[in-house]
C-alpha cells in the first residue's frame, strides 16, 4: 500500500467519521456509533472503499492509548475517597454479576469448556466485556434532570469509575492466563508486582511532575511529558509484564489525575485523539465487522447478550444498593444507571479479536449492546426518576 492510498484512505475515515458522529448527537445516541457505522458503510460490510490494513490498526492502537489515558486522566480519586464502601461494593459486585452472566450466556450456547481451555477463556474473555460501564449518557441525564450530585448520582457517578478500573484489572488477569500453558503462579506474580510498582512509581511520579507542573504550569512541555509517560507505561506493561497496553495507559492517566495541570492534559491529549486517533480506532471497529459469519446462533446470540448484559447490571448493582440503606426505587435507578456500555467494551472486544481469543462476528453484539443502551439508559431513567422523584435535600441542586 502506497502513500497516496494511504492519504486517501485517512481522508475518507476521518471525514465520514465527523459525518456520522455528528448526525448520531443529533439522534441523541453516542458519537461512538456514529464512527462506528461509518466503518460499517465505507467498509467491507457496504461500499468498500476502505479496507481495513495493518496501518489502520496500528493508529487505532494508539487511539486505544490515548482513550483510556483520558479515561485515568478524568478519574477523580478524591470523589472515590468519599464514595465510601457503598460505592465499592455497588462496583464490585457490578463486575462480579455480568462477568458471571456473559461466561454462562456463552457457555450455554457453545458448551461448558473444562477450565484452563480456550473456549473456557473465551467464555470469560466474553463475560469481560459486559463489566465496564460508559457512564457518560447516564450522567449527561443526570445533568439535565438536575440529580447529578443527589445521593443516588453520585453514587452512580462513583460506582461507574471503580467499576471500570476493577473491569481493567480483571481484563489484566483474564489476558494474563489466556496461554493454556501458562504458569499461574507466575502470571499472578508479574500482575501483582506491575500493581505494586505502579503505586510506588506512580506516587514518584506524581511529585516529581507536580513541582514540574508548578514551575511550568500550562505550558506545552506538560502534556508532551505526559503522554510520553502514558507511552512508556504502556510499553513497560506489555513489554516487560505480559499486561495490555491499555491498562498501562489508564494507570498512567490515575497517576496524573490529581495534579493541577490535569485537565489541560486532557484537553490536548483529547484534541489528538478526538480529531485523529479516536475516529480511525472506532471507524476500525466497523472496518473490521464481519456480518458474513453471522447467522442464526449469533443473532440469537446477540440478542441473548444485550439481555444479560443489561440484567446483569440492574440485578448486581441494583440489590446490593438495598444493604446501603435505599429504597427499592433508587435502587433501580442505581442499576439502570449503570446499564450503558460504550468505549472501554469496544477496546476489551478489539483486544480480544487482536490476541485471536475471539473472532470479529462478536463486534455484532457489542455494537448492537452499545446502542440498545444508549437508548434505554435515558429513557428509564427519566421515567424512574418522574415516577419517584428524591426528596429535596437529596437533590438540592434540582431546578
Not at 93 to 121: H, K, N, Q, R
Not at 177 to 202: A, H
Not at 311 to 340: A, E, N, P, Q
Request: proline share 3%; charged share 15%; glycine share 10%.
Amino acid at each position: 500500500m502506497n502513500t497516496i492510498d494511504i492519504l486517501r484512505d485517512l481522508a475518507i475515515i476521518v471525514v465520514c467519521a465527523k459525518g456520522f458522529g455528528l448526525l448520531a448527537r443529533k439522534l441523541k445516541a453516542p458519537m461512538v456509533v456514529g464512527e462506528i457505522i461509518a466503518g460499517l458503510v465505507i467498509g467491507p460490510c457496504l461500499l468498500n472503499i476502505v479496507k481495513p490494513t495493518d496501518f489502520i490498526s496500528m493508529m487505532a492502537e494508539i487511539g486505544v492509548v490515548l482513550i483510556m489515558f483520558s479515561a485515568g486522566l478524568e478519574t477523580n480519586l478524591q470523589e472515590l475517597k468519599k464514595s465510601g464502601v457503598a460505592a465499592l461494593i455497588i462496583a464490585c459486585i457490578g463486575v462480579l454479576v455480568p462477568l458471571v452472566g456473559g461466561s454462562l450466556l456463552f457457555m450455554c450456547f457453545y458448551g461448558f469448556a473444562p477450565f484452563g481451555t480456550d473456549e473456557f477463556f473465551k467464555g470469560i474473555f466474553i463475560g469481560c466485556i459486559m463489566t465496564a460501564t460508559s457512564v457518560g449518557i447516564t450522567v449527561e441525564v443526570l445533568k439535565e434532570m438536575g440529580y447529578l450530585t443527589s445521593r443516588v448520582g453520585q453514587t452512580i457517578l462513583s460506582a461507574a469509575i471503580i467499576d471500570d478500573i476493577i473491569g481493567i484489572i480483571v481484563l489484566t488477569f483474564v489476558l494474563g492466563f489466556k496461554d493454556p500453558d501458562s504458569n499461574t503462579l507466575l502470571v499472578t506474580g508479574k500482575i501483582v508486582l506491575f500493581l505494586v510498582l505502579s503505586v510506588i512509581l506512580g506516587y514518584v511520579f506524581y511529585k516529581l511532575f507536580k513541582y514540574y507542573d508548578e514551575k511550568h504550569a500550562h505550558t506545552r512541555r506538560i502534556p508532551i511529558i505526559a503522554i510520553g509517560l502514558c507511552l512508556v507505561m504502556a510499553f513497560v506493561a506489555e513489554k516487560y509484564f505480559g499486561i495490555a497496553d491499555i491498562t498501562g495507559a489508564y494507570i498512567a492517566g490515575i497517576i496524573l489525575c490529581n495534579t493541577r495541570d490535569a485537565e489541560y492534559i486532557d484537553r490536548k491529549v483529547s484534541i489528538n485523539g478526538y480529531m485523529f486517533f479516536a475516529p480511525m480506532f472506532f471507524v476500525g471497529i466497523g472496518l473490521k465487522t464481519d456480518f458474513s459469519g453471522v447467522d442464526t446462533s449469533m443473532i440469537l446470540f446477540s440478542v441473548g447478550f444485550v439481555l444479560v448484559a443489561l440484567l446483569s447490571k440492574i440485578v448486581g448493582c441494583g440489590l446490593v444498593s438495598k444493604f446501603f440503606g435505599y429504597k427499592w426505587s433508587d435502587c433501580l435507578k442505581i442499576g439502570v444507571g449503570m446499564m450503558t456500555r460504550g468505549e472501554v467494551a469496544l477496546i476489551i472486544t478489539n483486544k480480544g479479536l487482536g490476541l485471536g481469543i475471539i473472532d470479529s462476528s462478536y463486534f455484532t453484539a457489542v455494537i448492537l449492546l452499545i446502542i440498545v443502551s444508549s437508548i434505554v439508559t435515558p429513557v428509564l431513567l427519566k421515567l424512574l426518576f418522574n415516577k419517584f422523584p428524591e426528596q429535596p435535600e437529596a437533590a438540592a441542586v434540582k431546578k
